[in-house]
């Protein structure tokens, strides 16, 4: 498939659940002191529209937040589902945590508020989105389960992640 001059990348990533000590399952409010493990970023995958090659990272690779920011910096266009409030808050938070400078400007693309904006589905979830549409549907998988597994360190949870 022929590229377009300009770069879209395509973007995910997945977080580690907060570890929380809570006195209920309902209307919780957790202080700070109840927060035994904050949430962070488990890996992210990436490629540019057009293209096969994904780049995949997990946690504690070295190049881990250095290589995402070089691509972000060399991409004209970022496209996500649910990015602007979810993925890319979160990225930038890991960046400056890590002592990184924001990454150039880009234009983003967040297929959840054009999906909210262009249409009515049932569920705005990109599951159903993706299968009213018939496009690739995610990869099938237990849900929260998988992430306990990769949080044990689960080699073949990780490579479903």
């Not at 990533?13 to 962070?40: F, K, M």
């Not at 990015?83 to 890991?94: A, C, K, Q, S, Y």
Request: net charge positive; aromatic share 10%; proline share 6%.
């Amino acid at each position: 498939m022929r590229r377009s001059s300009i770069k879209i990348r395509l973007l995910d990533l997945e977080t580690r659940p907060y570890i929380v000590y809570t006195w209920g399952l309902c209307n919780q409010n957790v202080s700070l002191d109840q927060i035994a493990q904050p949430s962070h970023t488990l890996c992210w995958a990436s490629k540019l529209a057009g293209e096969k090659e994904i780049t995949y990272r997990r946690r504690g690779q070295p190049d881990f937040l250095t290589l995402l920011k070089e691509q972000l910096e060399d991409s004209d266009c970022v496209m996500t589902y649910n990015g602007r409030r979810f993925d890319l808050p979160i990225v930038n938070t890991e960046f400056a945590l890590a002592g990184l400078s924001p990454p150039a400007p880009y234009k983003h693309i967040d297929l959840l508020e054009t999906v909210k904006k262009q249409f009515r589905f049932v569920s705005n979830k990109l599951e159903y989105v993706a299968g009213q549409l018939g496009v690739t549907q995610k990869v099938a998988h237990e849900g929260f389960p998988l992430w306990m597994k990769v949080r044990h360190e689960d080699p073949e949870a990780w490579a479903k992640m």
